[in-house]
T-cell receptor, first 110, second 114 residues
Framework: DAKTTQPPSMDCAEGRAANLPCNHS???????VYWYRQIHSQGPQYIIH???NNETNEMASLIITEDRKSSTLILPHATLRDTAVYYC???????????FGTGTRLKVLA | NAGVTQTPKFQVLKTGQSMTLQCAQD?????MSWYRQDPGMGLRLIHY???????DQGEVPNGYNVSRSTTEDFPLRLLSAAPSQTSVYFC?????????????FGQGTRLTVV
């Protein structure tokens, strides 16, 4: 599974968009990009995933570059409850293992 | 819909004691796994199972045993607890599918070994 690189921490003003970057330069063709978040040591929570097209759901948007070497998770209107550690994970079809890095600690400021 | 349930939520053990961390899911998921999370770090995979009767090792399997006799349950056993096993343990499950699906995590078991 490809490894990912994320900034260790970011701040975002409440109500503004939070853009969390992730580099996965060694990603291969059948590997998906997943995003999870962990709020205050609770179990990780699924946010979104994608292969090569941009994806949007009720929680967030995922923008994947054309070469698939990086992606950005967008929380369109961050709230204080979005303060969490966000993990970007790359996983291939047919494998089960999620390899977690240390993630990005997002702090939403009032 | 309970999802993934872990018990106990908190546990203190003495060095050398044994115990079993329980994990149950009611979503009929084939895939289940155990992770540990140490302070300031991401989750590391201990063991996983792709179905009843099938288990395999993850990144950090030493000191832990697992078995999968039913689809619903995936217990994690510590045979002789050590202080290095002080951690937060998470169980996860996922549907086996040709389409990528997300994993569901339990709320964790906080284990302290003294």
């Amino acid at each position: 599974d490809a490894k990912t690189t994320q900034p260790p921490s970011m701040d975002c003003a409440e109500g503004r968009a939070a853009n969390l970057p992730c580099n996965h330069s060694t990603i291969s063709g059948n590997e998906y990009v997943y995003w999870y978040r962990q709020i205050h040591s609770q179990g990780p929570q699924y946010i979104i995933h994608g292969l090569k097209n941009n994806e949007t759901n009720e929680m967030a948007s995922l923008i994947i570059t054309e070469d698939r070497k990086s992606s950005t998770l967008i929380l369109p209107h961050a709230t204080l409850r979005d303060t969490a550690v966000y993990y970007c994970i790359v996983r291939g079809t047919g494998t089960y293992k999620y390899i977690f890095g240390t993630g990005t600690r997002l702090k939403v400021l009032a | 819909n309970a999802g993934v349930t872990q018990t106990p939520k908190f546990q203190v053990l003495k060095t050398g004691q044994s115990m079993t961390l329980q994990c149950a899911q009611d979503m009929n998921h084939e895939y289940m796994s155990w992770y540990r999370q140490d302070p300031g770090m991401g989750l590391r995979l201990i063991h996983y199972s792709v179905g009843a009767g099938i288990t395999d090792q993850g990144e950090v399997p030493n000191g832990y045993n697992v078995s999968r006799s039913t689809t619903e349950d995936f217990p994690l056993r510590l045979l002789s607890a050590a202080p290095s096993q002080t951690s937060v343990y998470f169980c996860a499950s996922r549907l086996r599918s040709t389409v990528n699906t997300e994993a569901f995590f339990g709320q964790g078991t906080r284990l302290t070994v003294v």
